[in-house]
Every structure is written in C-alpha cells, then in structure tokens.
C-alpha cells in the first residue's frame, strides 16, 4: 500500500517557539493532503485539507494564522505550529491522498510536547 | 456536539468470537462511513468502507452493517484475533468526501 511518513515523529520544544512537522508521501503523489489533530482518548480532528499549489482550508476554529499548512509538491506538506503553548500539545496526523475522492494514507503522527 | 459517536470507548472480547464494534451518527447527510484501525503510535489505517446505497460490506473477517434509518452502524469482527486488538475509529463523510469526521474510536482488546 501507499505509505506517508512524517517527521519528527516527536518534538519537544518551548513555549513561544514554532515548530514544523513534515509529511510525505514516499510512493505516490498526493494531490490533496490532510492534518489531523488527536487529544488523548479523543477522536480525530481534522483541522486542515490541502490541495497541492493552493492555499489550505482550515476547518471552523482552527487558527490559521497559528497553524500555517504549506503543500509545495505533491509529495510533501508542512504544518507549522507558531509560538507554540503548552495547549498545543497534541498528536498531529497527516493524511494523503492521490486524487479527490480517493482513499486517504495515514502518516504514523507527530507527538508535539510545548513546555 | 458530536455528529459521529462510539459510546464504548472499550471493549474485550475472547479469541475467536465475535467482535461488535457500533457506531451512531446524527448527520442525515451523511453518504460514506468508514472504519479505520490505529496501533499505538502509529497512523490509522484503512478497514472497511460502506456507501449509504447499501446495508452491509464484508471483507474477509471484516463485515460492516449500515442501518440508515437508526444512524447506525456496526463493524463485525469474526473470528476475532488477539493481532486485531487496537483502537477502531468509525468515519463518516458527506457526497462520498474526503472531509472525514471521526468518532471517538473504540479501543478493542481481543484475549487469547
């Protein structure tokens, strides 16, 4: 199957610093991509879905401004979590897929921890 | 408000009898739901997908029923195996989108 793979899969930083967090799709070519955030013991949320070339569509609440989403190629999308807060610490899922309506490949996750 | 819901945040169930996952949304218009599978640490991955033009999907172990008129479905795990304890999340999406809203998820345990 298709595999995406994102990096770091953990980060620790400090409050106040941004931090980005890579996906890509390694054997495909991924026309749209998606990030997901996860609380603990709580569902999925998915907070942006990028189109290759064009800006991203953040979902209702999600700051974007504090949560910059960058899909320069199609094998590679960027979110970038700005003057992170302890509030921010969560589990951030890529997701991406080769062309609408397609199925969507899950990137193992990101761990970010703001102290 | 949640518009998908897994009311069983756990469930344990012994090798080789049947695992029922259920799931209730609230969103009518909803057309494709979904059921993905996440280990520990690493992304969830693809089970079983159903369309609302159907009542049931099955795939090897793997059967997924559609009830629409209850809002309701259930993913049907037989014979379970203690590799398929993990956490199951049902999906749903409005016109067959890629936009998925997530249940809660279901974390499954499967004893030998």
């Known amino acids: 199957g298709a595999v995406v793979s994102q990096h770091p899969s953990w980060v620790i930083c400090k409050s106040g610093t941004s931090v980005k967090i890579e996906c890509r799709s390694l054997?495909?070519?991924?026309?749209?991509m998606f990030w997901y955030r996860q609380f603990p013991k709580q569902s999925l949320m998915l907070m942006a879905t990028?189109?290759?070339?064009?800006?991203?569509?953040?979902e209702q609440g999600v700051e974007k401004d504090k949560f910059l989403i960058n899909h320069a190629s199609l094998t590679l999308s960027t979110l970038t979590v700005t003057s992170a807060h302890p509030e921010d610490s969560s589990f951030y899922i890529c997701?991406?897929?080769?062309?609408?309506?397609?199925?969507?490949?899950f990137g193992p996750g990101t761990r970010l921890t703001v102290l | 408000d949640q518009q998908v819901k897994q009311n069983s945040p756990s469930l344990s169930v012994q090798e080789g009898r049947i695992s029922i996952l259920n799931c209730d949304y609230t969103?009518?218009?909803?057309?494709?739901f979904l059921w993905y599978k996440k280990y520990p640490a690493e992304g969830p991955t693809f089970l079983i997908s159903?369309?609302?033009?159907?009542d049931k999907n099955e795939d090897g172990r793997f059967t997924v029923f559609l009830n629409k008129s209850a809002k309701h479905l259930s993913l049907h795990i037989v014979p379970s195996q203690p590799g398929d304890s993990a956490v199951y999340f049902c999906a749903a999406s409005v016109n067959y989108g890629q936009n998925f809203v997530f249940g809660p998820g279901t974390r499954l345990s499967v004893l030998p």
């Open positions: 990028s189109n290759e070339g064009s800006k991203a569509t953040y």
């Open positions: 054997d495909f070519q991924a026309t749209t």
């Open positions: 969103n009518s218009m909803f057309d494709y």
């Open positions: 997701s991406a897929s080769q062309a609408p309506y397609n199925e969507q490949f």
């Open positions: 159903i369309s609302s033009i159907k």
